[in-house]
C-alpha cells in the first residue's frame, strides 16, 4: 500500500516536472500581453466594461501603459463597433425557445501617433449556446449574464493577441539617387 502510494506521488510529481519543462503555461498566466508599443490609448468609454477589463490586463503586464490623450500614444486603438446578439436557435414541437445562441461582436482598428494604419478594421465575433427552459427563467438571465461575461473576457484576450502580433511601421530610409545603368553591348562570338 505504502508503495503504491509513493509510486502515485512520484508519477504525480514527475507528470508535474515534464508538463512544465515544455513550456506549458495556463492560458491568462504569465505575461501574455508583450506589446510592441510602450503607450496605446484605447478609444472605449471610460463606463465600459470591455474597456476596464481590456486596460486592467493592458497594465498588469508592465511593458505598456494606457494613456488618457491619443496625440501622447505610438498606437491609438478605436472601437468601430461593439454589439451584442441574441438569437433563436431550436424550438421544440410546441414551438417554444429550446437554444438562443448568443454573440458578441466587436470591429476595431489601430492606428499609430502618425495616422498610420497599424491594424485595419478587424471583427472579431464570438458566440455561445444557451438552453433555456421555461420553468427556469431567473436561473438562465443569470446563466446568460454569466456567458456574457466569459465572452468579453476571451474577446480582451483575443484583442491582445490581435496587439502582441502588430509590427509597427518601421521609417522609411531616404534612398540615395542610383547611376543610370548603361546598356551591354553584345560581342561578337570567338572563332
Known amino acids: 500500500m505504502l508503495i503504491k502510494r509513493r509510486f502515485a506521488h512520484a508519477l504525480v510529481l514527475l507528470t508535474a516536472v515534464l508538463v512544465s519543462a515544455c513550456g506549458f503555461h495556463l492560458r491568462g498566466s504569465g505575461s501574455q500581453a508583450n506589446l510592441p508599443f510602450k503607450t496605446i490609448y484605447l478609444g472605449v468609454p471610460d463606463s465600459s466594461p470591455l474597456g476596464v477589463e481590456l486596460m486592467r490586463n493592458i497594465t498588469s503586464s508592465g511593458g505598456t501603459t494606457v494613456v488618457t490623450d491619443p496625440k501622447a500614444a505610438e498606437a491609438v486603438m478605436e472601437v468601430i463597433s461593439e454589439s451584442r446578439d441574441k438569437t433563436v436557435l431550436t424550438l421544440n414541437s410546441q414551438g417554444r425557445v429550446r437554444e438562443y445562441t448568443l ?89
Open 103 to 191: 454573440s458578441y461582436t466587436l470591429v476595431f482598428r489601430v492606428k499609430d501617433s502618425k495616422e498610420n494604419v497599424l491594424l485595419g478594421p478587424t471583427e472579431v465575433t464570438l458566440r455561445r449556446v444557451l438552453s433555456y427552459n421555461e420553468a427556469q427563467v431567473l436561473a438562465k438571465e443569470s446563466e446568460e449574464a454569466t456567458l456574457y461575461q466569459n465572452m468579453q473576457t476571451d474577446m480582451v484576450q483575443q484583442i491582445l493577441r490581435r496587439l502582441a502580433a502588430i509590427k509597427p511601421v518601421q521609417p522609411t530610409q531616404p534612398t540615395q539617387p542610383t547611376q543610370p545603368v548603361q546598356p551591354v553591348q553584345p560581342t561578337q562570338p570567338v572563332k
